[in-house]
């Protein structure tokens, strides 16, 4: 599984700790201290799931929560906010600025990564589900196959990284800075002409030429996995 989450929390301790048992558990983790940080980050990039802690320096959890909802790009995002003892009293209104979960501080990791994993099952089946499949294409999570209308396809570990990140969210559009950001990690320097290389190399894999082509190039913009791939 390789959800991104991001955490916006300014208790460094307490980062520190979500992060490392949520990289245990298989997610990419991007952490931020502070609210107005995390706007822009939201903005650059695409989330599986937010931690949004209720108090933080910059824009408050509160109003960067109201503030996810309202933009179209991110009005779906699964938030669960993180608040300390006494401020349970806020619960409602939390959950009425559109948090989907609400998880009081201190925690019990256990706990915690459990309504995490949960909210993302419910939220985003194809980024918890452990093969992915579109039309006659068929991608394994757990035993890192992937197959075309029945036939293993051969790929290299970034060209299935990217294929797992194109298929997790059909039609969505990726930079090739998000590509890179997603698959070679957001610490490297790396030439963003690379993901070109890899896409051709992805495609010629999973196209000996006769078959539709599942990933769309956007002009001026970046990839996506064809949405329509597989209906018809
Ligand atoms: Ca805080």
């Given at each position: 599984m390789s959800a991104r989450l991001l955490i916006v929390e300014d208790e460094e301790a307490l980062i520190l700790l979500i992060r490392y048992n949520l990289e245990a558990e298989g997610y990419q983790v991007e952490a931020v201290e502070r609210g107005d940080e995390a706007e822009l980050r939201l903005a650059e990039e695409t989330y599986d799931l937010v931690l949004l802690?209720?108090?933080?320096?910059?824009?408050?959890g509160i109003e960067l929560c109201r503030r996810i909802r309202a933009r179209r790009e991110t009005a779906s995002l699964p938030v669960i906010m993180l608040t300390a003892r006494g401020?349970?009293?806020e619960r409602v209104r939390g959950l009425a600025t559109g948090a989907d979960d609400y998880i009081v501080k201190p925690f019990s990791v256990p706990e915690f990564v459990a309504r995490v994993k949960a909210l993302l099952r419910r939220s985003r089946p194809e980024v918890a589900a452990s093969v992915l499949i579109a039309g006659d294409l068929e991608l394994d999570r757990d035993s890192h196959r992937v197959r075309r209308a029945g036939r293993d396809v051969h790929l290299g570990p970034l060209e299935f990284r990217l294929l797992e990140f194109l298929m997790q969210a059909p039609g969505r559009v990726h930079t090739r800075e998000q590509l890179l950001n997603a698959v070679?990690?957001?610490?490297v320097y790396i030439d963003e002409r690379t993901v070109d290389v890899h896409v051709g190399r992805l495609r010629k894999a999973l196209n000996p030429g006769r078959l539709s082509d599942p990933i769309r190039t956007v002009r001026g913009a970046g990839y996506a996995f064809s949405e329509t791939f597989g209906t018809g």
């Open positions: 802690d209720w108090m933080l320096p910059g824009t408050s401020e349970e009293a070679w990690g957001r610490d």
